[in-house]
């Protein structure tokens, strides 16, 4: 059954979800206040890098599913559900900046004003634990002149897409937690998905607040688990006999208690989720009294291993002044530009510190990292200009292309073959075999022989 639907705010989830509504085939309203973004979506043009997403952009908009409109109010009169993915960026101070949503209920309430028909919300956007029913729902209410659970539907809605993966990640989620503010609205979305999703998807209901925890639950828990196996790698690095993190993730990853996912050592997480729902978190936490010790550890883990890239290759390098070193690699993980709190951003500070001659390389986010640099380091088009006369070279993300070369596309172009694999990508033997090898994870000891 196709439904009439608007999205509001089209940032990487909202745009998503909107193509991924619409391509199934809902009738999708889309909204964005940034007038360029909104412009570049309206000519079926992504204003970022998600595998398939320019092209269900197209096809949807070519197939008059997906209508990108110029103003809340048409939105939502031209629908019955909203689906509500503004940003909610973090302050300096670690708390949530809630303007964007705080505006935009402002905007939904006035339109629901003139609605007769029920009309559900479902706020979708990152809020901390009580925001949805003490900030949005009064909002919604006092422009309104409506009551929730009553004239409008209110729930809060989850999203669990990993970049790179996103357009998968909606149409087959591991899971659909619904916040419900009553029971009615719980039960017009749960349908709803009933109807979008073409497999059987667990739905779990709860109250508000408890699914805005389970958010941040979530995330805290996969960002500690990065965590862990980077303290785990740091430990087998300094040990005198051969041991490989890698071997003790797969091993320790056998266990059903523990599970295989979100094991793999590297530089740290990064990426505009992690970061921000972690400092959300301790920051919400500490308001309210508690000092949430484990998540603060999980934060400076995660700074330290970014740092110690860099203290690699100077314990082998010495000085780095005027040193070429090459960087693999630019954005938070494969398979998208972004670059936001990238692990490539904190060593290429680090690098341009210590005085070394920073060369760059990405598939896909030479240009965002060139917004954050500038003309500080060099940037190559390709991976063979970017490696060639380098005296050392760091992995930082894992790209396929990466993955194919071999320790002689090293030595060939490198002045001093001396390669760090931040991902753990190469096959330490063979690499350590021929030419100046490290790794995040390996004791030293396995790499020289
Ligand atoms: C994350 C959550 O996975 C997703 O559910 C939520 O909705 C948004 O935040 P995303 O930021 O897109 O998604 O990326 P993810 O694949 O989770 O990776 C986050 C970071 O962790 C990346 O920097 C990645 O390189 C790193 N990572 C991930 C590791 O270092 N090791 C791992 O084993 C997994």
Not at 27 to 36: L, N, P, Q, T, W
Not at 101 to 118: P, T, V
Not at 175 to 197: A, K, N, P, Q, V
Request: net charge neutral; glycine share 8%.
């Amino acid at each position: 059954m196709s439904r009439n639907i608007s999205v509001i705010g089209l940032g990487h989830v909202g745009l998503c979800t909107a193509v991924c509504l619409a391509d199934r085939p809902n009738k999708v309203k889309a909204f964005e206040i940034d007038e360029s973004k909104m412009k570049l979506i309206g000519e079926g043009v992504s204003p970022f890098y998600e595998p398939q997403l320019e092209m269900l952009l197209r096809k949807t908009i070519r197939e008059g599913n997906l209508q990108v409109i110029s103003g809340i109010e048409k939105a939502i009169l031209g629908s019955d559900i909203s689906f509500v993915t503004v940003g909610t960026p973090i302050l300096p101070d670690g708390k949530l900046d809630t303007s964007f949503i705080r505006a935009c209920g402002e905007q939904i309430g006035k339109a629901l004003q003139k609605k007769e028909s029920f009309h559900l919300i479902v706020v979708k956007s990152t809020v901390v634990p009580g925001s949805t029913e003490r900030v949005v729902k009064p909002i919604l209410e006092r422009h309104s002149g409506k009551k929730a659970g009553t004239d409008f539907g209110l729930v809060f809605n989850p999203e669990f897409l990993r970049e790179g993966s996103a357009i998968h990640d909606i149409l087959h989620p591991s899971r659909i937690i619904i916040g419900e503010y009553d029971e009615h609205s719980g039960e017009t979305l749960e349908t709803f998905y009933e109807e979008f999703h073409r497999e059987r998807i667990q739905v779990l209901r709860t109250n508000l607040a408890t699914a805005e925890m389970i958010k941040y639950a979530s995330n805290a828990l996969l960002a500690t688990k990065i965590s862990f196996i980077n303290e785990m790698a740091n430990i087998c690095e300094r040990l005198s006999e051969r041991v490989d993190v890698v071997e003790v993730a797969q091993a320790i990853g056998m266990d059903p208690r523990i599970g295989p996912h979100f094991l793999q050592a590297g530089l740290g997480w990064g990426g505009s989720c992690f970061p921000k729902d972690i400092t959300a978190l301790i920051t919400f936490s500490e308001k309210m009294g508690y000092n949430p010790r484990i998540l603060e550890a999980v934060v400076l883990v995660n700074l330290e291993q970014t740092k110690r890239a860099v203290d690699i290759v100077k314990e082998e390098m010495g000085n780095l002044k005027g040193k070429k070193i090459s960087i693999l690699g630019l954005s938070f993980k494969p398979n998208t530009d972004d670059v936001r709190n990238a692990p490539s951003l904190r060593i290429i500070e680090r690098l341009i510190h210590e005085g070394a001659e920073v060369c760059v390389y990405d598939p896909a986010a030479l240009n965002n990292t060139r917004r954050v640099f500038g003309t500080k380091i060099k940037y190559f088009p390709s991976l063979a200009e970017c490696i060639d006369n380098a005296d050392s070279c760091i992995l930082v993300t894992e790209w396929e292309e990466f993955k194919k070369l071999s320790p002689e596309d090293y030595i060939r172009s490198m002045r001093n073959p001396f390669l760090f694999d931040g991902r753990r990508i190469y096959k330490a033997d063979e690499f350590s075999a021929r030419i100046k090898f490290l790794a995040v994870g390996l004791s030293k000891m396995r790499s020289k022989t």
